[in-house]
């Protein structure tokens, strides 16, 4: 059974780059698109970006200038950074896994992230 | 992008019942890319429907999708006290992928 499980800070202040990880287990990063999902409270899920196996990367418009997808394929893991954070980046962040044209099969339980000073 | 709007924000049903869940999109979802999940708190969400109808491995056929174009409906049948969580649609034909925001089930 794939499992995937977030890891970072939850707390960072505004301005500075919030930097996680998502860990593979049970399942191999090759051959699969990795994606990050948000939610802030009270508002909908959101599409963050997604990162192929082999490096390619694609970004949600509205979050595309703050945002770094990465992957290590020989640590079975994909990384999000997200600069210059202000307080609506406030968020249960989750990483998922999906095909190109199928949805997110597997996820992890979330992390939740507060910007504040 | 896409709007997804979901419909009722909450729904309060006894077990046996039948959950009848709204998605309706802002514009056509291409392909009919169309994917529920069920979100119990504290937990991964669980992939549920992908391609409007067709169910996930291991989903039970008590979870049934319906819809194209715009309108897009997810039913719950012989509702078990397990199936209280949020139900999520998100549609993955046009990019940016986007989310409803949920329907609450609550079972009595």
């Known amino acids: 059974q794939v499992h995937l499980e977030e890891s970072g800070p939850g707390l960072v202040k505004p301005s500075e780059t919030l930097s996680l990880r998502c860990t593979v287990s049970?399942?191999?990063?090759?051959?699969?698109?990795w994606s990050w999902v948000r939610q802030s409270p009270g508002k909908k899920m959101e599409w963050i970006g997604h990162i192929y196996y082999r490096g390619d990367t694609r970004y949600n418009p509205s979050l595309q200038s703050r945002v770094t997808i990465s992957i290590d394929t020989s640590r079975n893991e994909f990384s999000l950074d997200l600069t210059s954070l202000i307080a609506p980046d406030t968020a249960v962040y989750y990483c998922?896994?999906?095909?190109?044209?199928?949805?997110?099969?597997?996820w992890g339980q979330g992390t939740p992230v507060t910007v504040s000073s | 992008e896409i709007v997804l709007t979901q419909s009722p924000d909450t729904l309060s049903l006894s077990p046996g019942e039948t959950a009848s869940l709204s998605c309706r999109a802002s514009q056509s979802v291409p392909y009919n890319y169309l994917a529920w999940y069920q979100h119990r708190p504290g937990q991964a969400p669980r992939f549920l429907i992908y391609a409007t109808a067709t169910r996930a491995p291991g989903i039970p056929d008590r979870f049934s999708g319906t819809g194209s174009g715009a309108d897009f409906t997810l039913d719950i049948s012989r509702l078990e006290p397990e199936d209280s969580a949020v139900y999520y649609c998100q549609q993955y034909g046009d990019s940016p992928w986007t989310f409803g925001q949920g329907t609450k089930v609550e079972i009595k």
């Open positions: 998922a896994r999906h095909h190109r044209v199928t949805p997110f099969d597997y």
């Open positions: 049970g399942g191999s990063v090759n051959g699969y698109y």
